[in-house]
């Protein structure tokens, strides 16, 4: 690939990304730190998420044993809205907001996150995040439902008990807003799905592919914005994780976990991200361009303790990034797939 400054496209949302590869002519080693890893407990008798434990507001946890989802106890949303009086002025336009948001415990383990779950544990994970989001979009005025898991407290977890989120809306917010754009507007020129072409690009093309299996791809975006940024993807038009197969959430739970245990085994500690799912809008169409897929946004650089941060020009102007996806990728593919504690165990 190109190893001066250029700029890559991101069809799904319509931005460029400016990439910058001379600036890591040396050597890229990446260094693990030798970190204390705080070793956590499987059960804290003050975690407000164990099982059986008393919540923040006062609920008591049922003594659950697999997957456990509760509506958040500090929602961000809530079904019940304010009216906003009609604002004629075009520059101060703003819109009352139903929602739900739901927490989803992964385990009864205060101390395991995806990469320590079994497959089949985290295929009831997916699972769960399956019947929530049709129980969500059953409720009235319900447009959109974001899974997501923030991982490690320097995403501002506020919990380490491992737990994702889900957060039901009545607008399309504005990153899947612009990825159905692209994706309707795609369809319409080229008449297959955006996401179907490009997967089966990258699997020709292989430099930025890291894990594949019958049903999913796991890929290095080549418009990658962080620098271990990953694309899970559907290999069919599938619009919602309420449509998959249950052989597709096995598939879809090997290669999550299996993509969380190289992220750990990268610098060796439990590796933060943000990642979240992207379901077709909760509005009652056909949704022939859209493709089911996952983002992991993680922030770490090139050790357990550089992480990037978006600041400064990449506010001002555009995202930018060192390190090739390239050769994320490369790292990515030649780390070993058992997790680096059960080889220490
Ligand atoms: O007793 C509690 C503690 C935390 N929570 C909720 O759990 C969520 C934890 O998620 P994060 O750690 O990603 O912030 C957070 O949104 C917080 O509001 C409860 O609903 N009840």
């Known amino acids: 690939m190109y190893d001066f400054p250029h700029r890559r496209f991101n069809p ?13 002519r040396r050597p890229w080693k990446g260094r693990i730190e030798k970190t204390s890893g705080e070793s956590l407990p499987a059960f804290d008798p003050t975690c407000y998420l164990c099982p ?14 697999g997957v456990f989802a509760f509506d958040n106890d500090f929602s961000a949303l809530v079904p019940k809205t304010g009216s906003i009086p009609g604002e004629s002025h075009p520059l101060f336009q703003a819109q009352a907001e139903l929602g739900i948001c739901r927490v989803v415990c992964f385990s009864p383990r205060h101390d395991l996150t995806i990469p320590q ?13 399956s019947e929530q989001t049709t129980d969500l979009c059953r409720m009235p005025g319900i447009r959109h439902v974001q899974v997501f898991e ?6 501002g977890c ?3 008990h491992p737990h994702s989120q889900i957060w039901a809306q009545g607008s399309i917010p504005n990153e899947p807003a612009k990825e159905l754009g692209e994706q309707r507007d795609y369809l319409s020129r080229h008449d297959r799905p955006l996401l ?19 049903h999913f791809s796991a890929i290095v975006p080549f418009w990658a914005v962080w620098p ?14 309420p449509s998959l197969t249950g052989e597709e959430i096995i598939s879809l739970a090997e290669i999550y976990r299996q993509l969380a245990i190289r992220y750990d085994n990268l610098f060796e500690i439990s590796f933060p991200y943000s990642m979240g799912f992207h379901q077709a809008p909760n509005d009652g169409q056909p949704h022939p361009e859209w493709v089911l897929h996952a983002h ?14 978006m600041v400064g020009y990449e506010m001002l102007a555009m995202p930018q990034r060192d390190i090739t996806p390239e050769t994320s990728a490369e790292r990515l593919r030649s780390l070993p797939d058992v997790h680096y504690q059960q080889t220490a165990d």
């Open 150 to 155: 923030n991982k490690g407290a320097i995403m």
């Open 12 to 24: 799904l949302t319509g931005d460029w990304v400016l990439v910058s590869p001379q600036r890591t």
């Open 228 to 241: 271990f940024e990953v694309l899970i993807t559907a290999h069919r038009p599938v619009p919602d994780l």
């Open 296 to 309: 992991f946004y993680p922030p770490l650089l090139r050790s357990a303790s550089i992480r990037k941060f």
């Open 158 to 160: 506020s919990n380490p």
């Open 196 to 214: 179907l072409d490009y997967v089966q690009e990258e699997q020709q093309r292989k430099e930025r592919m890291v894990l594949s299996n019958e």
């Open 52 to 65: 059986g434990n008393t919540r923040a507001g006062g609920v008591q946890n049922p003594s659950y044993t």
């Open 117 to 129: 779950l079994s497959v089949e544990q985290v295929a009831q994970v997916i699972a769960a995040w």
